[in-house]
T-cell receptor, first 113, second 117 residues
């Protein structure tokens, strides 16, 4: 059974802090892994996509890493801002059925001004 | 570029009633997805269309849920009859093509929040 866990479930930090969100998955044969952002009342927005052959991707203050052997990915947010407050979800595609995306439950982030 | 449109945004019904949701994908997007997101969980794929054909509906509760995309553009998702456990946000997403053809990015609509009493 494909399963994704995200720790912590919720996180509250003061503005300016660097933080790490964790994602663990049970399926080692992944095709790629994505990090999404979800704002209340809105859909999901893709932040970063890491192919199985890559180890990390960066976009601005965001850096995502992938360790297939341990079944883990981390999303690093540098110098957090109140506008970063949202729920962050990781999701992966399997090699055997890469039309399907398996989502984690998300980490709810609150950045306090 | 207009995004994925969904309506209604909110719906409250009583159990055993019927409800329908509508989705208009981004123009030109051949692939359309319906997801169910229960509070505190990640989205779960219900059904995927390629044009007007079904690619994957393995997680769609077919005894009560149905979906169609007759002309390969708009799509409707119906629940009949609704149960309490159907309370969730129903998300529609579209992509230019299936992921196996290299179109990785899914664009999500704002979702329809359903409450079944």
């Amino acid at each position: 059974k494909q399963e994704v866990t995200q720790i912590p479930a919720a996180l509250s930090v003061p503005e300016g802090e660097n933080l790490v969100l964790n994602c663990s998955f049970t399926d080692s044969a992944i095709y790629n892994l994505q990090w999404f952002r979800q704002d209340p009342g809105k859909g999901l927005t893709s932040l970063l996509l890491i192919q199985s052959s890559q180890r990390e991707q960066t976009s601005g203050r965001l850096n995502a890493s992938l360790d297939k052997s341990s079944g883990r990915s981390t999303l690093y947010i540098a110098a957090s801002q109140p506008g970063d407050s949202a729920t962050y979800l990781c999701a992966y595609r399997m090699k055997t059925s890469y039309d399907k995306v398996i989502f984690g439950p998300g980490t709810s982030l609150s950045v306090i001004p | 570029e207009a995004g994925v449109a969904q309506s209604p945004r909110y719906k409250i019904i009583e159990k055993r009633q019927s409800v329908a949701f509508w989705c208009n994908p981004i123009s030109g997007h051949a692939t359309l997805y319906w997801y169910q997101q229960i509070l505190g969980q990640g989205p779960k794929l219900l059904i995927q269309f390629q044009n007007n054909g079904v690619v994957d509906d393995s997680q769609l509760p077919k005894d009560r849920f149905s979906a169609e995309r007759l002309k390969g553009v708009d799509s409707t998702l119906k629940i009949q009859p609704a149960k309490l456990e159907d309370s969730a946000v129903y998300l529609c997403a579209s992509s230019l093509a299936p992921p196996r053809w290299g179109a990785e990015t899914q664009y999500f609509g704002p979702g329809t929040r359903l409450l079944v009493l």
